[in-house]
């Protein structure tokens, strides 16, 4: 007996963003499955999918939105649930990956959690993760399996080459440790770069001083970052940049984490606008005038196709997404 093989793409979400897994699956053209997840009144979640899933390439989509250890333990109850029926392949779709920032032992006696999280996708069952802009690229060696590193620096960049006059330009890194991707976005938009130095005291931020105060100096500043978590960093580098002649300042980042005083800080601060994608949920109380979302779900489905499809995910970015 002879079989010819076929593929089904099967496409589930988690509770944390559902309306950018129904994003996704409309650029994707495919229905999203039903994964009847429940909470039991101790707190505890349930799963179970509706319909056959043997054989399948399952997507599970969940960002790790707050609160982000219900987020991560249900990603994995669903991945769990998939391998045990029988799914041929399950993807973990991280739009922003929790515990990114303790990637190394700064200090002693630490844990390492992207470590951690990784292994603990592992163990549930999943063959692959993706993932949009990792804090840092290391992460990737984490997971004994293909991770997919997306990028949204190509929103971010259609949106200031629409928006800004590139000429009068110039990138900022809030510190010193993005400064890498600073520098490709930069260039990306033909704009200059220049960079912040700063140091941290018990979570607090203190801005030292910058980098290229001669391409700062009576131009239109962009402050650029994978995330934005409580704000103290871009605020302060805001007034760091305005103080050395700086005319405008704006901050774009791909994760708007916007934990508290977030929003209370960027409504006061001089920055005059901030633009993040919705790989994270933006709650209405947080939806600020100076504040614009731009959509990742194209950039996600494309990585998904290409997955489902066996070519290359590199090749959407042009080879510029691995670290």
Not at 117 to 135: E, K, M, T
Request: aromatic share 6%; proline share 4%; net charge negative.
């Amino acid at each position: 007996m002879q079989l010819t093989p076929t593929k089904r793409l099967a496409l589930y979400t988690g509770r944390a963003h559902p309306l950018l897994a129904a994003e996704i699956a409309e650029h994707l053209g495919v229905e999203l499955g039903e994964a009847n997840l429940k909470d039991y009144p101790n707190g505890e979640i349930h799963c179970r999918y509706d319909e056959s899933i043997r054989g399948s390439d399952v997507f599970v989509i969940q960002t790790h939105a707050p609160p982000v250890n219900d987020s991560i333990m249900e990603q994995l109850i669903m991945i769990d649930a998939a391998k045990r029926a029988s799914a041929k392949r399950i993807t973990a779709v991280c739009p922003r990956y929790g515990y990114a920032r303790q990637d190394r032992k700064v200090e002693g006696r630490e844990p390492i959690t992207a470590k951690l999280l990784a292994d603990l996708f592992q163990a549930a069952g999943a063959d692959r993760i993706i993932s949009v802009d990792l804090h840092s690229g290391q992460i990737q060696g984490f997971f004994d399996g293909p991770v997919d590193h997306l990028r949204g620096w190509p929103l971010l960049e259609g949106y200031l080459s629409d928006c800004c006059d590139t000429d009068n330009l110039t990138v900022v890194s809030p510190d010193t440790g993005g400064l890498k991707d600073a520098e490709r976005f930069a260039r990306h938009v033909q704009a200059d770069i220049a960079s912040i130095f700063k140091k941290r005291a018990h979570g607090d931020v203190e801005a030292l001083g910058l980098m290229g105060e001669e391409v700062v100096r009576g131009r239109h500043c962009v402050l650029f970052d994978d995330e934005i978590d409580t704000a103290g960093t871009v605020c302060a580098a805001a007034d760091i940049l305005l103080s050395h002649g700086a005319t405008e300042v704006w901050a774009a980042a791909t994760h708007g984490v916007l934990s508290d005083p977030a929003v209370d800080r960027l409504k006061n601060s001089s920055i005059s606008r901030v633009v993040i994608t919705n790989t994270l949920p933006l709650p209405p109380e947080k939806q600020i005038d100076k504040i614009e979302v731009l959509s990742v779900a194209k950039i996600i489905a494309t990585g998904l196709e290409a997955v489902f499809e066996d070519t290359s995910v590199s090749e959407i970015f042009g080879g510029e997404n691995q670290s």
